[in-house]
């Protein structure tokens, strides 16, 4: 049983930290893989708000989430958006460059020392018992709600609010959007603003579950499987992705070998590229073939 | 437009390429030393804080006139644990005429390029504050290569065996290592130690560097029956392991390696279960060394204060060199200078590091077990200083 | 200027010839004569940074191939460096093998992964070719992995300086040289290749693989050709890294190199030689450029380690300066330069992108 909750865990890190590619790659068609960074980042501006505002927990949230939008948004005004119409490799080593850029800028401020922005909120993480001899820690417990919480916002705001339709639009069709009068730019920024808080979540809860260094943004890089193997313009996917590989090392280091947890998500992987390369609820039409 | 800015920054580059060769400003009449650490990578941690401890200390050394009337300059470069950088940091060392020793404090992945490096040009290298390697070691040690690291792979585990079993005769033990060659390798020797001396070992884990959720594993030693839980392992490894045991509800005793950062963690975790074993005596000693430390570090370190023992140890270690080695040193001199060495450390360690021509590491080792007096609320000794004979 | 100001060519052994004016012959023998008298002159720590230029021209070179001219796009770089350099020292650890022998053989490991690999690039393009590389890249480090620390040799395998007919190369100057001959030779290599019906072939696949088979390319054939040319240069470079820093470590090769060899081709300029040169130098030198104004300026000792923060951070902002504002990269400011005085006193105005 308590496989399962582990399972269960580590697919809604995964999740959290697969919607921000999928949001951006939905939208604009660029791979982001500073998200790990940006995660980080997230994470350690919660760390810095929590010092700041020792006394008021939900002030530092409330300011690191309101400033994870604002990151967001700024990359893309003084940054992305400047890659519009390049060759895409050109953004993703852009998105590469940028990662390296924040991991500098990171350590020159917060050192590579472990931080633990949970006791500068001045809060426990007490373990959560299940029942059945289960238990998960109270930050894991929040991470699966916050997980779940998400992906059913971003769901009702694609289905049903007017930018959530309008940026599915861009997403499908660029020119046509734009011709119908969305605001391409605007779309794209939502994209970029919305993915720094799902992958900002997923840092903030991290860092908050277990402290804060450097190695988080390898942590993000390892998300990236989940993504592909839910097909990386799909939410839904991303969803299932992340269940599968979570399930996968899981069980690997359950069963077999801890050693093999690592190549786990790739072994998953190049089985799903050699069956359906477009992940299993990516879109088809997306894999030019000759 | 954006050509005049391209060309100005053509110019700025090509200017800096003329006028900045590094290390080649450095006078030659003062003793010249160049460290290569992990300053920004995955152990900056800690050996960024050796790099401040030995820079602190040289710092004050030089305020008081230097070593035999020479100053000593210590060249300091990132190599963020990347082999390739420390690659090109010790050949940037070696090339400079004037450097007498390289340091290395940064993981072990970066020690092989600092060796053949080393050898190329018969410089002397100090490992400190990352693993001693298998070099520095009786019977035959290289020549060249000396460690003050506190740690040692094999002989930290069947040390850490040893008290596990002197406290539980019957322990069952659980292992935790992170999947990097050198902590697999030294938990696997500690496994068929503890065989071998008739304990139930139930175990290996193995994390990989960058682990989102350490509970899997943590789940997996749970159930496996582990009342005792060895590690050694760069500190994250253990202390998420730990941490995640302890959510699983898991109640039994966890001893794992202190780092420099254990003094700090033992304040913070408060857990009576949780046991670092180290060679480095903690500030909460209150030895004058630990506070000349503590004087000297004021605001010169972004690093508490109790992390710069490893860094203050190899400095210690390195000023007797030198002064040993006289003036004008060269590197051949110094290294035979270095190769019959005893320094007394002062109460950062249980013992002096005595080096010989047979023994680049140290005669005896000294480890001390530390963890939380939940009563008391501070820390405590478990077991006192424990000689340990180097072969 | 050195370049024939129209055309002259009246019969094919013209139409081959590599330098075709008489100012061009006389530079590029002041070129090799300046870098011929390099490394007499400069200090020590110069000819080991060119040594690393000359062996990262190698494996750009091989990378340029792919991603500049076939179009396909590599994540895998670092890892057929680590393959060819893990040949090199297992073959060194277990058999005792000498340099004439691990070359060919990495050569041949390449080879075999560039097939391998390369099978996925007839079906797949764009981003998915270059998860198939990631692959290529996770397996190669497990297996490095693996046999370290079965064998262990936890902290990297060393090998001893390659011995070239009896004689050990262990200096930086003589490394120099055989480095040189073995990029020029590479380049030389890449240049004529690009120059036959191979390269041709190979553009036409990059601009427009539709067009390239109904012209009777035969794309598929081609494809796998590059990767398999590309696989096997890079494994060379990778056994020379080998050689050249004296150990193996899987460590070294990380993702991170294969960003080290992307920026390259970026930077210097997608689609030319002349671009894996400019990059390649760049990339290497880079570091020691920031480092180098970065103790121009007094730095104050109690922050004198956040240089290599800034270091750092500089890198990722230099490279992003160059994406935004530069996408023709190093090769793109040359020509403008170029133009520039070509043309003077008239002006060029951009058509089309700017190139010349």
């Not at chain 1, 999928?22 to 939208?27: A, C, G, K, Q, S």
Request: with cysteine; net charge positive; glycine share 10%.
């Amino acid at each position: 049983m308590q496989t399962v909750a582990n399972i269960v865990v580590l697919a809604a890190i995964y999740a959290l930290i697969g919607s921000g590619y999928v949001l951006i790659y939905r939208v604009s068609r660029v791979l982001n893989l500073a998200q790990g960074e940006l995660m980080m980042l997230v994470a350690y501006l919660l760390f810095s708000l929590a010092t700041l505002f020792g006394g008021h927990p939900a002030s530092a949230l409330a300011g690191a989430v309101l400033l994870s939008l604002l990151v967001g948004f700024v990359l893309y005004v003084v940054l992305m958006r400047r890659m519009t119409g390049e060759l895409v490799i050109a953004a993703v080593l852009v998105t590469i460059a940028l990662g390296i850029l924040l991991r500098g800028l990171m350590v020159l401020v917060w050192t590579g020392q472990m931080q633990r922005p949970l006791e500068k909120l001045g809060w426990q993480n007490p373990p959560v018992a299940l029942g059945q001899g289960v238990a998960m820690s109270s930050v894991a417990l929040a991470t699966i709600f916050f997980a779940i919480a998400i992906y059913v916002a971003l769901f009702v705001f694609f289905r049903y609010t007017a930018w959530g339709v309008r940026m599915r639009a861009v997403g499908e069709n660029p020119l046509l959007a734009a011709q119908r009068g969305i605001k391409l730019h605007v779309a794209y920024a939502m994209a970029w603003a919305l993915a720094t808080f799902t992958g900002g979540c997923a840092g903030m809860l991290l860092a908050l579950d277990s402290g804060l260094d450097g190695t988080m943004a390898i942590v993000g890089l390892k998300a990236f499987p989940v993504v592909l193997v839910g097909g990386l313009d799909s939410l839904r996917g991303a969803v299932v992705g992340a269940i599968v590989v979570a399930t996968a090392e899981v069980l690997a280091i359950q069963l077999i070998d801890p050693l093999v947890s690592d190549v786990v998500p790739f072994v998953v992987l190049i089985a799903m590229l050699a069956v359906r390369p477009w992940g299993l609820f990516g879109t088809e039409e997306e894999i030019q073939r000759v | 437009m954006t050509m005049k800015r391209n060309q100005v920054m053509l110019a700025v580059v090509l200017g800096a390429l003329v006028s900045a060769p590094p290390a080649a400003a450095l006078a030659a009449d003062s003793y010249v030393l160049g460290l290569t650490g992990d300053l920004t990578g995955r152990d900056s941690a800690n050996s960024g804080a050796v790099a401040d401890g030995i820079r602190i200390y040289f710092d004050r050394v030089n305020r008081a006139g230097g070593i035999n009337g020479h100053k000593v300059e210590v060249v300091v470069r990132d190599n963020q644990s990347e082999p390739s950088r420390a690659a090109t940091d010790a050949q940037t060392f070696v090339n400079n005429e004037d450097l007498l020793l390289m340091i290395t404090a940064s993981l072990s992945s970066t020690y092989a390029p600092t060796i053949s490096e080393s050898k190329r040009k018969g410089v002397p290298v100090l490992f400190a504050g990352g693993v001693c390697p298998r070099e520095v070691f009786p019977p035959s040690p290289d020549p060249l290569l000396f460690c003050t690291s506190g740690y040692a792979a094999e002989t930290d585990v069947k040390f850490a065996v040893d008290y596990i079993q002197s406290v539980q005769a019957n322990a069952t033990l659980g292992l935790i290592s992170m999947a990097i060659p050198i902590s697999r390798g030294s938990l696997d020797q500690a496994a068929a130690y503890a065989k071998g001396k008739g304990m139930k070992v139930i175990g290996h884990e193995s994390a990989p560097p960058p682990t989102a959720n350490y509970t899997p594993y943590a789940t997996k030693l749970k159930e496996s029956g582990a009342d005792w839980v060895l590690s050694w392992a760069p500190w994250v490894t253990q202390v998420k392991t730990f941490e995640a045991l302890r959510q699983l509800g898991w109640k039994g005793r966890f001893i794992s390696y202190g780092h420099n950062v254990a003094e700090e963690e033992l304040k913070r975790i408060k857990d009576p279960g949780f046991l670092v074993f180290t060679t480095n005596a903690m500030f909460s000693d209150g030895q004058p060394v630990h506070k000349d430390v503590l004087g000297a570090a004021e605001g010169k370190t972004k690093f508490p204060p109790t992390y710069l023992n490893e860094g203050w140890v190899a400095a210690m270690v390195l000023e007797s060199a030198l002064k040993k080695a006289g003036w004008p040193a060269n590197r051949a001199k110094l290294a035979s200078a270095m190769s019959e060495l005893s320094v007394d450390l002062r109460g950062l360690r249980g013992g002096p590091i005595t080096w010989s021509k047979a023994n680049h590491y140290r005669q005896q080792l000294f480890y001390r077990v530390y963890g939380w007096d939940g009563a008391g609320n501070r820390i405590k000794t478990l077991q006192d200083w424990t000689s340990r004979e180097v072969k | 200027m050195a370049y024939a100001s129209g055309y002259f060519k009246t019969d094919y052994a013209m139409e081959l010839r590599l330098i075709e004016t008489r100012w061009q012959k006389v530079s590029a023998a002041l070129f090799f004569l300046a870098l011929a008298v390099f490394p007499l002159a400069a200090p020590q720590f110069a000819i080991g940074i060119a040594n690393q230029v000359f062996i990262a021209i190698v494996g750009a070179a091989a990378l340029m191939l792919l991603t500049g001219y076939a179009g396909q796009i590599s994540l895998g770089h670092a890892g057929l460096l680590a393959a060819g350099a893990l040949t090199t020292g297992i073959l060194f650890k277990e058999l005792g093998a000498t340099f004439w022998i691990s070359l060919p053989a990495s050569a041949a490991v390449g080879a075999a992964l560039g097939l391998l690999f390369g099978l996925p690039s007839l079906r797949l393009k764009g981003l998915y070719l270059a998860i198939t590389t990631l692959a290529l890249h996770f397996v190669v480090a497990f297996i490095g992995g693996e046999y370290e620390t079965r064998r262990g040799f936890s902290t990297g395998i060393l090998v001893n300086p390659p011995a070239l007919g009896g004689f050990a190369l262990q200096e930086q100057q003589h490394w120099y040289f055989v480095l040189l001959a073995i990029a020029a030779a590479a380049m030389l290599f890449c240049i004529n290749l690009l120059r036959s019906r191979t390269g041709r072939a190979l553009m036409a696949i990059r601009d427009h693989d539709i067009v390239a088979e109904s012209l009777g390319i035969p794309v598929r054939r081609y494809k796998l050709l590059i990767f398999v040319v590309s696989s096997t240069m890079t494994s060379v470079a990778g056994c020379l890294l080998a050689y050249y820093r004296g150990f193996v470590s899987i460590e070294a090769f990380s993702l991170y190199l294969t960003i080290d060899y992307v920026a390259m081709v970026i930077i210097g300029g997608l689609g030319s030689m002349l671009g894996v040169v400019l990059g390649a130098l760049f990339v290497i030198t880079f570091p020691y450029v920031i480092e180098g104004l970065l103790r121009i300026l007094p730095i104050p000792a109690g922050i004198a380690n956040e240089i290599f923060a800034i270091n750092y951070a500089a890198f990722g902002l230099v490279m992003i300066l160059f994406l935004v504002f530069e996408p023709l990269g190093l090769v793109g400011i040359w020509r403008r330069v170029r133009n520039y005085f070509l043309l003077w006193p008239y002006r060029q105005t951009a058509v089309g992108g700017g190139g010349g």
